[in-house]
Structures are given as C-alpha cells and as structure tokens.
C-alpha cells in the first residue's frame, strides 16, 4: 500500500525549507505529527491576532473565514494573514506576496497594516459547532481546537472568549477548554 493511500493514518502537506528553493512532500502520522524544526508549512487558512497570541481560521473555500477575519479585526485583533498561512516553529506569518492583503467580500482585495509574526495558540474550524463541545485539538500543529458557525453573528465574540480560555483569561466550567 502506498503512503498516498493510507489517508485514514497520515495526512499529506507541503512543506518548504528556508534555505531550499525545493518544495517536499511530508507525510505527517500520528507518531510524528509536528513538522521539523526549521520547515515551513503553508495553510489554506486565515489568521488574526490579539494580545501577540495569534488564531488559525480553517475551512474549505467559501467557508466565510475572510469575512469572520474582517470581523475580528472590527473587533480590535489584528491582520496576520487571509488565504494563506505559513507556519514556522509554532509561529504565523503572511507569506511575503499577500501580506497585508485582505479579500473583503462584496468589494475586492484590499491592503491593510497587518502583524508580520504571531505564536499560534488557537485553531478555529469554521463550521457549526456544538452546544457543549468536547475538548479538540488541531493535530497538525498541535493547538487547541473549536468549532465556530462563521454565520453567526456571535462568532468574533465566540472567537475571543477561546482565545481567553486558552489564554487563562477565562475559566470554563466545562466544554472545549476543560
């Protein structure tokens, strides 16, 4: 069987080494889960930033992470990166070529100051979540997860009441940060 078919036991992913111009395929299990040191990986993901503690927005396309991205900016966080994420030792950055460029539906591609680095410390899967979810975590870069309906217009404040929780700056009685 081939590595390619085993897609119940690993998860494939591009990796990119700074000093290499090559781009390698890696193939994470859930032995060796984490990227090595010194490797860059780049997500179709979002990302926002408060406090220098900096959040992944994941979903397919179209799932409204670049309008929950705006939201959470018009609720005081910062421009990391919309689109796509490089990730690097646990810490975010825009690659160099959409940095501080943000897809504002209905208007266009607009550029705005942005963060150039933030340690991640939280993912955000955009779907509808459950009513008192399970703690998760997001494997790939080993972070703590939530789920969040991008269409509710609780979701920048839902947002960063997880971004508290995992923080220490608020406590829960129970659910995804137990």
Not at 124 to 152: A, N, Q, T
């Amino acid at each position: 069987m081939s590595a390619l078919s085993r897609t119940a036991e690993t998860t494939r992913f591009v990796l990119a080494h700074r000093q290499e111009t090559k781009v390698f395929w890696f193939f994470f299990s859930k032995k060796n889960r984490l990227p090595p040191r010194g490797f860059v990986i780049r997500l179709h993901a979002s990302c926002a930033a408060r406090d220098a503690a900096g959040l992944l927005l994941l979903g397919p396309s179209g799932a409204g992470k670049s309008d929950l991205l705006l939201r959470l900016l018009d609720r005081g966080f910062a421009l990391v990166a919309d689109d796509q994420v490089e990730v690097e030792d646990g810490a975010a950055s825009p690659p160099a070529a959409l940095a501080g460029l943000l897809e504002v539906p209905g208007l266009g591609i607009v550029r705005l100051p942005y963060v150039a680095g933030v340690q991640l410390r939280l993912a955000v899967r955009l779907l509808r979540g459950e009513r008192l979810p399970m703690p998760s975590r997001y494997d790939i870069l080993d972070l703590p997860m939530v789920s969040v309906d991008p269409c509710s217009a609780s979701a920048p404040l839902l947002v960063g009441l997880a971004l508290d929780g995992v923080l220490g700056k608020v406590s829960f009685l129970t659910g995804a940060f137990e």
